[in-house]
């Protein structure tokens, strides 16, 4: 990643992390808006955790839900589909 | 009277005519139980990310309407008895509901229809539920946007305390 840090700590670069959707007010979480969930779930289909997001726990919290919604209407996988299928 | 939105999925192997059968019962259900049906959405055929009931394709529908709490639990009991319908949901989006301001809302989306006389076959971008259906298409202009709109903040907010990164990591 192209960063150049200004300060060191304990030397690792501490990179800043944002919540997405506090950032972007037109971003909305919705079971409807897959492609927009689907870059919050690993390609396992888990929830990406918010230590590795950076999202605020509001939002998280209304990501989590709206993953989960998703995946009971089968717009989103609870498990990665069987490479046969 | 509450603002609700639900979602439906017709097994997907079933013919046209008998997909159409079960979209209208449910519209009309709500109708009967008081409720004012404000907008009907077909997003057509998709392929389900898991296999239901030995399908892998559903037809979903979605409705928004207004009705009592009596008018879902009617709805929903009907869903369950119906072996056409594999999956629901059913969301509340507000509390109250001005019905004078329904009906107006109900014909403008009516006078939209008309104007787009397909609207399943290639919706407009500018239509945001349509985009909303096809969200194949979205995926490119919502990636581009992501890292952007990490940046700015990352500008803004931390002078003093971070380095301002590039974008929001992922490990």
Known sequence: ?85 | MRRYETVWVVHGDLPDEEVKVAIDKYAKIIEAQGGILIGLEEWGRRKLAYKIKGTARGFYVLAEFAGLPATVKELERNYRIDDRVIRYLTLMKGEKVDVAALQAEKEARAKAAEARPEPEARPEPEAPAAVEAQVEEKAPPARKKAPKAAETPAEATPPAESPAPGKVEEE
């Open chain 1, 1 to 85: 990643m192209p960063v150049v840090p200004r300060r060191k700590r304990k030397q690792f670069f501490v990179r800043r992390k944002v919540c997405r959707f506090c950032v972007d007010s037109n971003l909305l979480i919705e079971y409807k808006d897959v492609n927009t969930l689907r870059q919050f779930v690993t390609e396992r289909g888990k929830i990406i955790p918010r230590r590795i997001s950076g999202n605020c726990a509001r939002h998280q919290r209304h990501l989590t839900r709206a993953i989960k919604q998703a995946r009971l209407l089968a717009l989103m996988p609870y498990i990665p589909p069987l490479p046969t299928s």
